[in-house]
């Protein structure tokens, strides 16, 4: 399994609260494959944002990583204050409520 094929699978995972996905929003820094493990690289704007809105999120990854045959993995990350200010900017715009 490549981390290409990961990839397509998580890229049309959407955000719980935005209508967006969250590659378009820019959290998904990078993906790696080891053995039957996928790890994915999550950036959040913040990394005081509540727990349950980090599982949420890692969640709507967990089955389409699964249906590949893999184990996940995520490591979260805070956003760079460009990625913060898009990130925003598109949840302002697409906002669908609180989960």
Do not use: C
Not at 4 to 32: C, F, N, R
């Amino acid at each position: 399994m490549t981390r290409e094929e990961v990839y397509q699978a998580i890229e049309k995972v959407e955000h719980p609260e935005i209508a967006a996905t969250l590659v378009e929003l820019g959290m998904i820094l990078d993906i790696s494959v080891q053995g039957q493990t996928a790890t994915v690289a999550m950036a959040l704007p913040t990394l005081g944002i509540p727990e349950m809105v980090q599982v949420a999120l890692s969640d709507s990854l967990r089955q389409p990583i699964e249906n590949l045959g893999l184990k996940m993995e995520v490591e979260f990350f805070e956003m760079t204050d460009q990625a913060k200010n898009n990130f925003f900017q598109m949840a302002q715009a697409r906002w669908k409520g609180s989960i």
